[in-house]
């Protein structure tokens, strides 16, 4: 992938993070791109539907202060590559690119090393422990891991 168009990709995650963005710790958007570059998924974090966005009190992980990159299980909102996936089609996605403007944890790596996508860009926070073994899953099932 070339890194001069990854870097407008993160920087237009970054904006949609700070537009839709529903979590009071960090703020995530993700695109999916097809084998030719082009949108067919995007997803931002947040509460599912129908449940109070973190920002509004609904997260438990908010109110804790949970370490970044600690356990999830108390986390009520939809990642913002979940939600990219969630949200585009197994088989357009086959040989494209998920991008996001954060880190992955274990679930989201989880999810992206059974997309389809054969690149995935993210931007690293040495703050969360799981980092490597994040990446080691992603890369280890065959895609290509572009640290931004």
Avoid at 57 to 66: D, E, I, K, V
Avoid at 71 to 76: A, G, K, P
Wanted: glycine residues 12%; contains cysteine.
């Amino acid at each position: 992938m070339d890194s001069e168009k990854l870097m407008r990709w993160m920087r237009m995650c970054e904006y949609g993070a700070s537009l839709f963005s529903k979590c009071g710790k960090r703020q995530y958007f993700a695109f999916v791109l097809d084998a030719h570059g082009r949108v067919i998924g995007t997803g931002y974090n947040g509460s599912p539907p129908g449940r109070p966005e973190c920002i509004d009190g609904g997260c438990p992980r908010f109110q804790q202060g949970s370490a970044p990159g600690s356990n999830y299980d108390n986390c009520v909102s939809i990642h913002a590559e979940e939600n990219a996936l969630l949200f585009s089609d197994f088989t357009a996605r086959r040989g494209g690119a998920l991008i996001v403007n954060g880190t992955p944890c274990w679930g989201c790596a989880k999810k992206v090393a059974g997309s389809g996508v054969a690149d995935f860009a993210y931007l690293p926070d040495d703050s969360y422990a799981d980092l490597g073994r994040c990446v080691d899953l992603i890369t280890s099932c065959g895609i290509r891991a572009w640290p931004l």
